[in-house]
């Protein structure tokens, strides 16, 4: 699949259900995805090892574990289409009898022992838009060993605002590519009952030379069982050049593992620096405003759930701001996933305020 920067495709994370035999052909191409967890797996587990695989798909990270020596690796998966080929793999491989393969969401499986490791790649381009934070909090209380390790360890979510008119021409004219005809954005807009194309984000790979201002960290996952699913972050950006403000890049870094990082910020796509199937996320805003250096992007961004939860997997994001100019309002903008759009949130224990103050 060939792509090009600040070329708007079709918002993968937002429809899990649907992934068809293309997209995880097309992880299963993604370079930076295959190394990066293929040498984190086999650095951390050792022979003798029991694992958990949360969310197995096709099979490819429980057989990375088998490779490294685990007596036993449990596949969990929830897709039934998935199942054969996992197991596919792994008798191809020659590891039938050390795996275990459950068909059902981790919520609702029970593990015959703990174990030492908990694998999994359940990430979105934002970090938590496959709701992994839940997942693997039930996952590390029920299924870890007192002193086990969950690979990833950490992953970190990051915001820039980008001036990307490309994009954001793409976005209001409704196009948007899809690995194929399923993937379709009316259908999508349809599903998740948004009237407002702006109010939806999408994949996307923006280079660094849209960036408006540095990129921040809006949120950090440690996958301690503490970490936050619902949360509000309030961000200042200072505008480091004259450009104009089309909506923010989301993309993350995961700590892996002691020794490998993963960091899908890249945009060489001909050098494989990018994601194929991650790409970036692209949060646009509708009306567009000129800024110019100095000027200050106040963001705040929130992730909670929806009053209906009838949609599995479905989590709402938020991001309303301002843009001052010498400290007066000068633009305003305002989206969100679903029709809650933007929720009040009173508990200041998920309140993260950052560099407000600091221009």
Known sequence: MKYEGEQVWFPLSEDILSWDDDFHELMLRDHLRMVSYEAAIKEVVKPCMTVADIGTGTGILALWALEAGAKHVYGIEANPVRIPQALQRIVNAGYSERFTVHNALSYDVNLQERVDIIISEILGNLGDNEDMTPILADARTRFLKENGKVLPQKVTTYLTPVSSV??????????????????????????????????????????????????????????????????????????????????????????????????????????????????????????????????????????????????????????????????????????????????????????????????
């Open 166 to 359: 490309k994009a954001h021409q793409q976005v209001k004219d409704k196009v948007c590519k899809g690995i194929n005809e399923q993937y379709s954005l009316s259908d999508i807009l349809r599903k998740l009952g948004i009237n407002n194309q702006f109010d939806l984000y999408y994949d996307c790979i923006l280079p660094k030379s849209t960036y408006l201002s540095e990129p921040q960290a809006v949120k950090e996952f440690n996958f301690d069982a503490n970490d936050d699913s619902e949360y509000q972050t309030k961000i200042a950006y200072l505008v480091n050049k004259d450009g104009i403000l089309t909506g923010f890049k989301g993309h993350f870094v995961a700590q892996l593992s002691d020794k490998v990082i993963l960091d899908i910020s890249g945009d060489d796509i001909d050098r494989r620096k990018t994601s194929d199937c991650w790409k970036h996320c692209f949060l646009p805003i509708e009306s567009t405003v000129e800024v110019m250096q100095g000027d200050v992007i106040e963001l705040d961004y929130q992730r909670f759930y929806p009053v209906d939860r009838s949609i599995p997997f479905r989590q709402c994001y938020s991001w309303k701001g301002v843009v001052k100019c010498n400290g007066v309002n000068i633009h305003e903008f305002y989206h969100g996933t679903c029709k809650e759009k933007f929720r009040n949130m009173n508990y200041d224990k998920n309140l993260n305020i950052a560099n407000t103050g600091n221009y």
